[in-house]
């Protein structure tokens, strides 16, 4: 439809126009680099490297590599009951314009507001932890390159590693506020990175490692030695998945580049599937490739190692030093590492910035009018700077107290997964019979499908709200419970105090 160059054919911007939105963004992305923007958020490189320790903690080997699978099951069905929602709003408002259309005139208002809360305050947290995790990881990579904890090598203390992640945050939003032409190319080169990048990992990390673990330890072998105080392997497994978890989220980018993306209402959907499923089949390759190089999980878990307790860092420093007498192979695979997260970061402020520009455009923010304007690039510049910004004084709570800053970053996880969960809620009861499907539908599935996805972040809402130490102490306590329900709290009281008067959910710019 949009092979001819015409605009008015494409079908993504024929079913905009439907929707009552003017085409503002320019609709410049194929299918490959909607799907590209979704897999380097996903970044397993980013992901599986921060939580590693998480995993090889609670559960080891069986916890990282079964627990993979089953939330990569699980997260596929919550992607499907997106993509068919995408397929029929293909909006760059994703989330919260699906609830406010799904839920009906009388809850629409309230459904939107709630889910787009919920949404951009998810994704900033996702940016604020991504950018993190690689100021930290560059912390790690200066520590084995002046020689390790060992041997007297440069900590850097917690203000320089805040100053990394501003200069981290800085650079990516200048990247963002080039042309989508460019970050089109960034966000394929990024995607290609990921995948070349796991492979190789995954098969230079063993090969070089003198010593492997055998087949056995890998499949089979339960850590229950977490110094935590949990005994239960069941709840030891339940709190080993949070990496597995954690990485596959942010694949909702593909439906907020949808407006410019052509042919959004079919290539939006394919974004979707496509980057969960490829992000759990080289996921596993990039697990099962790194668990065969641990043979010492104490160790590896232990922070007076080189590494500094850093796990996969120290599985890559040890492989190379115990061949070649020197970890400088492990450091440059960690720099590999840092590019990836690098680009996961870039592309997340990508998808915060279309989420404001739409969440604005639609009034539901202070001062909107300044969020919504794009420039002589058609591109949200404003919405830009703001999500930068809003990541870095997220961060900043990491010099008063890591606690408070899990806490925060935790809202990345559940808190974003809650906002998946509304619309599809609201498809599957409110809107079970009204809702008019897209080119990509699930046909009669569409509503199990839809249920599974529901409970299934149900679950998990509990399930990571959970203590993850005992005795509980100030400094144990899970504070997730505390993030999401006081993100609810003040979303519902802003509601009901204010927003209830003025916001009335989408609001489209032209005659529909």
């Not at 960034?186 to 055998?214: H, K």
């Not at 052509?262 to 290539?267: G, L, V, W």
């Not at 591109?379 to 703001?386: E, F, K, Q, R």
């Not at 009669?444 to 509990?462: E, F, K, N, P």
């Amino acid at each position: 439809m949009a092979a001819n160059g015409g605009v008015s054919k494409d079908s993504g911007h024929a079913r905009l126009h439907q929707l009552g939105y003017k085409q503002e963004l320019k609709r410049d992305l194929s299918v490959v680099s909607n799907f590209a923007f979704s897999f380097a958020i996903i970044s397993v490189l980013t992901g599986i490297t921060t939580l590693y320790s998480t995993g090889l903690k609670f559960g080891g080997p069986v916890s990282i590599v079964y627990g993979w699978f089953i939330a990569g099951c699980f997260t596929m069905i919550v992607g499907l009951s997106m993509a068919e929602i995408c397929s029929s709003y293909p909006t760059s408002g994703g989330l919260y314009y699906w609830s406010a259309m799904l839920a009906g005139p009388k809850w629409a208002p309230f459904a939107s507001w709630l889910t787009g809360w919920f949404n951009i305050v998810g994704q900033w947290a996702v940016t604020t932890s991504v950018d993190f995790s690689l100021a930290t990881l560059i912390q790690v990579i200066i520590l084995l390159s002046t020689g390790g904890k060992n041997n007297d090598g440069y900590e850097a203390s917690k203000y320089v590693v805040i100053c990394f992640h501003g200069g981290i945050l800085l650079l990516h939003a200048i990247i963002n506020s080039l042309p989508i032409s460019y970050l089109s190319f960034f966000g394929q080169l990024a995607a290609a990175w990921n995948f070349v990048g796991v492979f190789v990992l995954m098969i230079l990390i063993p090969l070089v490692a003198t010593e492997r673990a055998s087949p056995k330890f890998v499949f089979t072998h339960f850590n229950t030695d977490n110094g935590d105080g949990v005994n239960n392997k069941l709840y030891i497994f339940v709190l080993g998945l949070l990496m597995s978890q954690y990485t596959l989220t942010g694949y909702d980018a593909s439906a907020h580049m949808t407006e410019e993306t052509k042919s959004a209402d079919i290539n939006g959907p394919k974004g979707i599937i496509s980057s969960i499923g490829i992000s759990i089949i080289v996921g596993w390759g990039y697990i099962l490739g790194i668990t065969f190089a641990v043979t010492n999980i104490p160790y590896l878990l232990d922070e007076n190692n080189d590494a500094g307790g850093y796990a996969i860092a120290q599985v890559f420093y040890l492989a190379f030093k115990s061949r070649y007498g020197t970890g400088v192979g492990g450091i440059i695979c960690l720099g590999v590492v840092a590019v990836a997260i690098f680009f996961c970061g870039m592309s997340s402020v990508t998808s915060n910035s279309r989420m404001a520009y739409a969440f604005s455009r639609d009034g539901a923010m202070p001062f909107s009018p300044i969020w919504h304007k794009v420039n002589k690039h058609e591109v949200p510049i404003n919405a830009v700077w703001l999500s930068a910004l809003i990541s870095f004084c997220m961060a900043l709570t990491s010099l008063g107290s890591l606690v408070a800053f899990n806490a925060m970053v935790s809202i990345a996880t559940i808190g974003l997964y809650i906002a998946y969960a509304l619309p599809i809620f609201f498809r599957v009861t409110l809107a079970r019979k009204s809702f008019v499907p897209g080119p990509f539908n699930l046909g009669r599935c569409g509503i199990l499908v839809g249920w599974i996805a529901v409970l299934w972040v149900a679950i998990i809402s509990v399930l990571f709200s959970l203590p993850v130490a005992y005795p509980i102490s100030n400094e144990t306590l899970n504070y997730t419970p505390v993030a999401v329900g006081g993100l609810l709290i003040i979303t519902v009281f802003a509601w009901v105090f204010s927003a209830r008067h003025w916001f009335k959910g989408p609001i489209t710019n032209i005659d529909a």
